[in-house]
């Protein structure tokens, strides 16, 4: 499998931005489409945004849509997760995944079996 470290998390006002990283080693980081999950105190692990392999396939949660953007960097291995406008509500632990795709496919289907430790991210009001 793939490893995953984040990083970037940290305490910020509302209405400020963050920007998360998250380096993968281990295995071709290329043949893996990654995601952003998030976890409130409370809550259950909900999918934030999911970025493709290398043909700019996005997807985005509702909620934040238009303020978060995902990219990635397949030279560095990394994949960034751009948090704008934040909200006292995106506060939680931001964890990347990553799961494998099959050649000809950007995204894929399936579940992400791959994950980091998570980091911090704390919105004040």
């Known amino acids: 499998q793939v490893q995953l470290v984040e990083s970037g998390g940290g305490l910020v006002q509302a209405g400020g931005s963050l920007r998360l990283s998250c380096a993968a080693s281990g295995r071709t980081f290329s043949n893996y489409a990654m995601g952003w999950f998030r976890q409130a105190p409370g809550k259950e692990r909900e999918f934030v945004a999911g970025?493709?392999?290398?043909?700019?396939?996005?997807y985005y949660a509702d909620p934040v849509k238009g303020r978060f953007t995902i990219s990635r960097d397949n030279a560095k291995n990394t994949v960034y997760l751009q948090m704008n406008s934040l909200k006292p509500e995106d506060t939680a632990v931001y964890y990347c995944?990553?799961?494998?795709?099959?050649?000809?496919?950007?995204?894929?289907?399936?579940?992400?079996?791959?994950w980091g430790q998570g980091t911090q991210v704390t919105v004040s009001s």
């Open positions: 970025i493709g392999r290398s043909r700019g396939t996005k």
């Open positions: 995944a990553a799961k494998r795709v099959a050649f000809g496919s950007d995204y894929g289907g399936g579940e992400f079996g791959s």
